[in-house]
């Protein structure tokens, strides 16, 4: 703050370092720049030195996203609160599952004001009468009411939230996604004078994000037509018990029908080459950020009429929709895209950019994050800043014009 006072500390906690740089690192960096000093509360991967180079105080914390052992979720609970106590900030942004229920709890036990935000259901509802998803909503509900408020990346997701009764309605907000670098993001020179048409599966391999219909459509289509590539691109997560095991991987390439890329930090490159990216996800995604990087690269998309998915694609103006869990459906998108000219292909991709540059630019969404933290912090002071940011005024809770 170029006026002497102290600057205001805030807290990002979210369950990897990686999900905070590769989808949050312009807001941070944006905070920083305005004269805030920002924390990282997240567990230690090879991303944590990365924030630390960005400026970023960093603390070590312990998240065990998958398990269900209350001690390490107690444990959690303890690190967040002598954390919170320890530098209490002005406001913590909570990320994710346990971040949001632990992290509220104890940012309210410290009389710190905190935001909750939902990126995702993932499979947190899915078993309805299961026990583990009874304990969650009861948990969850209590971090409703810690919260100041709780943010969603779509409406669905908040419909859902409030028609269970877990948080009331004037306490939400509908983050249009975590936004895209549009920048960074660019398209880059069409493979017209490849014969190939490559399509391409980017993001965690696992059952749920649909790879396994995306190789049964592989399999299909290889045999109707000649000069067809599938492409899959990412990390498989050993420790999600959905994930696909290596052994499945190499078998479906050995039979000739996809090709492993691996994984990367930087998909720019494949995503460039591709003609199309596949992305069949059932997955209870936030908002998918594949979908908002291809798009934003000019890459027409097939995926499904799935939450996250849906709101992302318009049918046949930047890409195309098919139905969830239907191989059979994937099949029939692919073979529409396949019957595409080449100028109803960049038709496809111009629309897409010209979508996410209008509703998911990042920034946008760092204009919304600087103006609800300037009315959390009560900082009137700078309205000035606000002013030179760009985007919408900040819409109220009720409001479900955000995703068009």
């Known amino acids: ?8 500390k805030i807290a990002f906690v979210s369950n990897t370092s990686w999900s905070v740089y590769n989808f949050r690192i312009e807001v941070i960096r944006s905070f920083i720049t305005h004269g805030y000093k920002v924390f990282v509360l997240a567990p230690r991967d090879h991303f944590s030195a990365k924030l630390i180079a960005e400026g970023v105080v960093y603390i070590p914390v312990s998240v065990d996203n998958y ?31 346990k971040p949001n229920i632990y992290g509220s709890l104890a940012a309210f036990l410290n ?27 009861v948990l ?17 997701d ?58 049964a459509a592989a399999k299909v289509l290889k045999t109707r037509h000649q000069n067809l590539r599938f492409e899959i691109l990412g990390f498989i997560d050993e420790k999600n018990p959905n994930s696909i095991s290596q052994e499945l ?45 291809a798009s934003s690269m000019r890459i027409p998309i097939i995926t499904t009429n799935n939450v996250g998915c849906k709101e992302i694609v318009r049918h046949f103006v930047t890409g195309l929709l098919c139905e969830p869990r239907s191989k059979d459906s994937l099949v029939e998108a692919i073979e529409k895209f396949i019957g595409l000219s080449p100028a109803e292909r960049s038709r496809l991709g111009a629309n897409g950019r010209s979508r996410i540059k209008k509703h998911f630019d990042v920034e946008m969404i760092i204009a919304l994050y600087h103006r609800k933290i300037a009315d959390y912090c009560k900082a009137p002071e700078l309205s000035a800043q606000l002013d ?3 985007g919408p005024a900040t819409p109220s809770p009720s409001r479900t014009d955000l995703i068009l």
């Not at 001690?71 to 406001?91: G, M, P, S």
């Not at 009389?111 to 909503?137: E, Q």
């Open 140 to 156: 969850y509900v209590g971090a409703g009411r810690c919260a100041r408020e709780m943010w969603f990346l779509n409406i669905t």
């Open 1 to 8: 703050m170029s006026d002497g006072r102290k600057p205001t």
């Open 158 to 215: 908040r419909d859902e939230f409030v028609s269970r009764g877990i948080i009331p309605v004037e306490k939400t907000f509908v983050l249009p996604s975590e936004g895209v670098n549009t920048a960074k993001y660019f398209p880059g020179s069409p493979n017209s004078k490849s014969v190939l048409t490559r399509f391409l599966y980017a993001g965690r391999i696992l059952r749920e994000k649909g790879i396994v219909e995306y190789v």
């Open 388 to 390: 030179a940011l760009p």
């Open 249 to 293: 991987l190499y078998k479906w390439q050995s039979e000739g029908f996809i090709r492993y890329l691996g994984s990367t930090e930087d998909v720019r490159p494949y995503l460039s080459r591709a003609d199309c990216l596949v992305f069949p996800s059932y997955y209870r995604e936030g908002m998918s950020r594949i979908l908002l990087e």
């Open 67 to 97: 398990g269900v052992n209350p001690f390490k979720d107690i444990v959690l609970f303890i690190q967040l609160a002598l954390a919170y106590r320890k530098h209490h900030f002005e406001h913590i942004f909570h990320f994710t599952i």
């Open 111 to 137: 009389r710190i004001p905190s935001t909750a935000i939902t990126t995702g259901l993932g499979r947190t509802f899915s078993f309805k009468n299961s026990i583990v998803s009874w304990v969650t909503k």
